[in-house]
């Protein structure tokens, strides 16, 4: 027997001895016929693995503190109906405020503007420089007290003046009131063309006298046609009405329509006419309306751009 053979057959010896206790290492199999006997059911699974909320000791109706107060049901406003699509949106109410703003115009916001007169007032500085250029002129015045109107605030002069005499020799018959400016144009216009115009007269007379109203009157514009006319410049002093002019030993000149006379003193009217409007800025006289058919009205009105009327 070779070495390979007892090799072959010591192996196999060995397999043989130790195989029961090769087959006792697993559990036998129970046969296929027979039932496993009865366990008792595990029980469910539960996802949620938290325990259990303790029961609240507080009653169901409690309330936490810090919950807001419930608001009664009373205190709901009743609920509107739909309005019908046919009739269209209820009426609006208009609010006492809106209707009592269409009964009462509304009052400007802020204190109330002061009066013309007050914005008129010269300034200590211009009032003395006017009063030099009178001094210069030969003017013969008076200073009066502050005017104002009851009726009308914005009527009135602050530093007015009676003037007497316009310039030496020539006086002015009504002793009218004016602001200061206004009587210093009045007397460079007499002195500078009334006063040489009359001296082209036939027989040269001399200027006496003009004939003049009451300059200062608190009244509205006359003759404008409008149903509300503004207030006239009369009423701060700022015009004078010229009803004609006095000539020694010559008869006076009045202001009366004169157009087509053709004689001197058609001339000298309209050169009184024509020279006033470069003293003042407004001028109205025959021919203006009926209003101003017997008169010259001279006024300082300022307007824009320094504009003037001479009609």
């Not at 057959?9 to 195989?19: F, N, P, S």
């Not at 009592?100 to 010269?122: H, I, N, R």
């Not at 020539?170 to 004016?178: I, K, S, Y």
Request: proline share 14%.
């Amino acid at each position: 027997m070779t070495i390979r053979a007892r090799w072959t057959a010591a192996c196999a010896l060995l397999l043989a001895v130790h195989a029961p206790a090769y087959a006792q290492d697993r559990p036998p199999e129970p046969p296929e016929s027979a039932t496993a006997p009865d366990r008792p059911a595990a029980p469910p699974v539960r996802e949620d693995r938290r325990p259990p909320e303790r029961p609240s000791d507080e009653p169901p109706d409690a309330v936490p503190p810090d919950a807001p107060a419930p608001r009664p049901e009373s205190s709901r406003p009743p609920e509107q109906p739909e309005p019908d699509a046919a009739q269209g949106p209820a009426p609006v109410d208009a609010k006492p405020e809106e209707a009592a703003s269409t009964d009462q115009p509304k009052q400007p916001f802020g204190p109330p503007p002061p009066p013309v007169w007050f914005t008129l007032a010269e300034d200590d500085a211009g009032f003395a420089a006017c009063r030099l250029a009178l001094s210069l002129l030969g003017t013969r015045y008076t200073l009066e007290a502050s005017l104002t109107d009851d009726e009308n605030r914005d009527c009135g002069i602050a530093r007015p003046l009676r003037v007497t005499e316009i310039v030496p020799g020539v006086r002015l018959t009504g002793d009218p009131v004016m602001r200061c400016d206004t009587a210093r144009a009045l007397g460079f216009w007499t002195r500078d063309f009334l006063r040489p115009a009359a001296a082209l007269l036939p027989g040269a007379p001399r200027l006496e006298a003009l004939q003049t109203g009451p300059a200062y009157t608190c009244r509205d514009r006359v003759g404008t046609g409008a149903a509300d006319p503004k207030p006239s410049e009369h009423g701060y002093g700022n015009a004078i009405d010229i009803m004609g002019f006095q000539l020694a030993g010559a008869d006076a000149l009045t202001v009366t329509p004169r157009a087509g006379d053709g004689d001197t003193a058609e001339a000298f009217l309209r050169a009184a006419r024509g020279t006033a409007c470069l003293l003042f800025t407004t001028v109205l006289g025959p021919g203006s309306n009926a209003a101003h058919d017997d008169h010259l009205h001279l006024d300082l009105a300022a307007r824009n751009g320094g504009w003037r009327l001479c009609e």
